[in-house]
């Protein structure tokens, strides 16, 4: 296999490949997680200096070379003797931002120690300096560095250097940041994005097309946030080099091992992770925005659950849940997040994160915990869709909630009917329009405390389905009416095929004020254009305005919300 060029290759001593496609079967998921280790070493920063502008040059990354040397291997794993510095050329990421808090997240090419600086200027004058984490293989080079007892609402500069374990002089160039904590006064106001399904279908980076340019635009809106509802990869989805559009043009694809077929080892969902990174737009988007990141059933395969054992020709590896673990590890090394190991004893995707006086938004994991997909019909499901476990969790957060508005993020829709093949369907609606059955026990049952905690203020965010849309939920035109009225929101996909849309269940009377869909299944997106979701939420009378976008700036509907007035 010939070497390729990496991101921001920076010379022959440090090129490395993408793993060698293992024997299937192989390289099950250790126990762990990404390496982390917080730790401030000097003191707080004084007040920041405002960004100045919405674009942030970051450090040591230029855009990758595509062409045929990316075909193969760009991301392997570093092997033998090495030379030179190490190198941070897969950028960096902030997640899960709180008023104090923050995750950084770096890869390197070798085995290195990372370093975090925090300040309240790009100058870094008066740096706050965080010892991080030894990057090793054990985590394919990545780690993260937990932040504390950071100022409230304010612009923070970070900068991470990685340095030879055996020699701290050769150390890196350091790589760039930036994000906002979380206001701790109303009046700052929020405003995030959110979207999902990232690289689908085999719709990849495009070097015709100059990469995922939507990432530029999102970045131009300057958010608090960006929250991705799932299938940040697409580890059942190859990425061929070409595909012949319906025109008889061609769309052409980055291409590398790893995405070349199915991932089964813990190597080749590592390298789908590694896949999204190649893309230039994506790498300075992270350093400026921080992010909060769910998964659904991509990460591992489609339609996924609990206990599955598959009959797929494609996999030698039959067991989903050997896959998921491989997946959920994988997962855990390439974001940063405050759960999973080893930030989280109990391994969650399942999280609220506390954005100020204004906003918690609640990360559900709809994947994990499932029951099997079925006709989805019995009279009694205690498992449902979020397990027992994590719907008591959700009910004692939303109740404990002092937030004016509270995101329900789902990985997938309430009401949209989402088939699993002829008989069987995979979200929680089936079709039937009355009451209550399979999963929609669950639904209803925290539909109905929420109405009686008198939680206000709720609506639900999710991408999965393809296509972007608003439904009004009501108790009067629904057959389940112990509820109070909310909002549901659909964005997506950011770069994979546009699909049709699909039938709404009556159980929770939703009615679809707006639907943007394609007419056929698996648009590219040199058809259908990138759609992502902004929600702003004003600082003085805390109005929430939803708008559903597509790329090139067009805003297609807007929704504003009254606090207290919420499904009104």
């Not at 994506?282 to 609990?306: C, G, K, S």
Request: glycine share 10%; aromatic share 8%.
């Amino acid at each position: 296999m010939s070497d390729a060029v990496r991101p921001n290759a920076v010379s022959a001593d440090h090129a490395h490949k993408d793993p060698a496609r293992t024997t299937p079967g192989h390289g099950a998921a250790a126990p762990g997680g990404p390496a982390s280790s917080p730790g401030p070493l000097s003191p707080r920063p004084a007040r920041r200096s405002l960004l100045a502008g919405a674009a942030l040059a970051t450090a040591g990354l230029a855009v990758p070379a595509f062409g045929a040397a990316n075909a193969r291997a760009a991301g392997r794993a570093p092997a033998r003797a090495w030379s030179g510095r190490p190198a941070a050329d897969w950028g960096v990421q902030a997640g899960d931002v709180g008023e104090r808090s923050a995750v950084i997240w770096t890869r390197s090419d070798r085995p290195a120690v990372m370093t975090v600086e925090t300040s309240a200027t790009e100058s870094f004058r008066g740096a706050r300096r965080w010892r991080g984490p030894l990057l090793t293989p054990g985590t394919d080079f990545t780690g993260t560095t937990a932040l504390h007892g950071l100022p409230p609402g304010e612009q923070i500069h970070y900068r991470v250097t990685l340095a030879d374990p055996d020699d701290p002089r050769r150390s890196s160039r350091p790589v760039t940041g930036t994000f906002r904590t979380a206001p701790a006064r109303r009046s700052a106001g929020v405003r995030f994005l959110w979207s999902g399904d990232i690289a689908g279908q085999g719709w990849g980076i495009n070097p015709d097309r100059g990469g995922w340019r939507v990432y530029e635009e999102m970045a131009r809106l300057d958010p608090d946030f960006f929250l991705c509802s799932g299938d940040t990869i697409y580890a059942d989805g190859p990425i061929q080099p070409s595909v012949t559009l319906p025109d008889g043009t061609v769309w052409r694809n980055l291409t590398t091992e790893a995405k070349s077929a199915v991932a089964q080892s813990l190597d080749e969902y590592r390298g789908a992770f590694r896949y999204n990174l190649l893309d230039a737009h994506l790498r300075r988007f992270n350093a400026q925005v921080p992010q909060i990141t769910q998964w659904d059933d991509h990460e591992v395969r489609n339609n996924w659950y609990p206990g599955q054992i598959l009959d797929d020709p494609l996999y030698t590896e039959k067991r989903v849940d050997v896959l998921a673990a491989r997946a959920r590890r994988a997962f855990s090394e390439y974001f940063p997040l405050s759960t999973l190991p080893p930030g989280d004893p109990d391994g969650r995707v399942y999280r609220v994160l506390r954005h100020g006086p204004l906003l918690d938004v609640f990360v559900l994991d709809m994947r994990t915990y499932r029951d099997p997909n079925s006709r989805n019909r019995q009279v009694d499901d205690p498992q449902g869709i979020l397990g027992a476990h994590q719907l008591r969790w959700l009910k004692r957060e939303l109740s404990r909630s002092r937030a004016v508005w509270k995101v329900i993020a789902a990985d997938m829709p309430l009401g949209l009917v989402v088939a699993d093949g002829a008989t069987n369907f995979e979200a929680v609606a089936q079709g039937d329009p009355g009451a209550p059955l399979g999963r929609e026990l669950q639904i209803a049952e925290l539909l109905r405390h929420i109405k009686h905690a008198r939680v206000t203020g709720t609506l639900w965010l999710t991408a999965d389905v393809h296509y972007t849309s608003a439904q009004h939920y009501a108790p009067e035109r629904a057959a389940f009416q112990d509820f109070a009225p909310f909002w549901e929101f659909v964005s997506g996909p950011l770069s994979a095929g546009g699909f049709p849309s699909v039938p709404l269940d009556g159980t929770f009377g939703p009615r679809q004020t707006f639907l943007k869909a394609p007419a056929r299944a698996n648009v590219s997106p040199a058809e259908l254009p990138p759609n992502y979701g902004e929600v702003s939420i004003d600082g003085q009378s805390a109005e929430l305005t939803v708008r559903l976008r597509e790329e090139g700036g067009r805003v297609l509907y807007t929704r504003v919300l009254r606090p207290g007035l919420v499904g009104q």
